[in-house]
């Protein structure tokens, strides 16, 4: 089945900090990829999306390029902020077009 | 714009009782979901509903029923709660199913079985 494996966690950054939170997935036929963020005490909101290969996301600074060939959808942030501390999942659009999401990892910022 | 409202945001409950998750959403969305969120793990769709009437498992129903009256509410019950139910829970709306859909969350039910 779909699955999606997230580097672990915890991170802690000082801010403007380069950002890299690492994703790959497992899935048959061309999946869409996703970032969700949560924010402290708030539901998930959607972050960026790729819809197919070569694709990149990109919302708020963060960006995530979709590899195919790699099965990966790798989230980036040149300078991260405070206001960047949250937990950060990526997910994936399967053939069922439901939602397969990985373990998420927590972000911290120091100012 | 309220979007996805769940009610209440905490709830502790004895073995055996049992409990109403409330959802409503006001974008006149099809389709509805819950999903659990354990501490260090991904979220586990419970149940869905593609439109008012029509319910559907997901990867973890056991211990749940949902119920679709009217497109906008979608409530989850829990009839002989476990300590294995402690969990946050959230419900989502979207507007199809399409692959590339976004799903809009509501802020979560803290729910604690002693």
């Known amino acids: 089945g779909d699955s999606v494996t997230q580097m672990e966690g915890p991170v802690t950054l000082s801010e403007e900090a380069f950002l890299t939170i690492n994703c790959t997935y497992t899935a048959t036929g061309y999946p869409s990829l996703f970032w969700y963020v949560q924010y402290p005490g708030e539901g998930l909101q959607l972050l960026l999306k790729a819809t197919k290969a070569d694709d990149k996301g990109s919302n708020k600074g963060f960006e995530a390029t979709y590899r195919k060939e790699t099965t990966s959808f790798h989230l980036e942030k040149g300078s991260v902020q405070v206001s960047d501390s949250a937990v950060y999942f990526c997910?994936?659009?399967?053939?069922?077009?439901?939602?397969?999401f990985g373990k998420g990892i927590t972000l911290s910022v120091r100012p | 714009n309220a979007g996805v409202t769940q009610t209440p945001k905490f709830r502790i409950l004895k073995i055996g009782q049992s409990m109403t998750l409330q959802c409503a959403q006001d974008m006149n969305h099809n389709y509805m979901y819950w999903y659990r969120q354990d501490p260090g793990m991904g979220l586990k769709l419970i149940y869905y509903?593609?439109?008012?009437?029509?319910?559907d498992k997901g990867e973890v129903p056991n211990g749940y029923n949902v119920s679709r009256s009217t497109t906008e509410d979608f409530p989850l019950r829990l009839e002989l709660a476990a300590p294995s139910q402690t969990s946050v829970y959230f419900c989502a709306s979207s507007r199809t199913s399409t692959g590339d859909e976004k799903l809009f969350f509501g802020s979560g039910t803290q729910l604690s079985v002693l």
């Open positions: 997910a994936l659009s399967g053939a069922n077009s439901k939602l397969t």
């Open positions: 509903s593609v439109g008012a009437g029509i319910t």
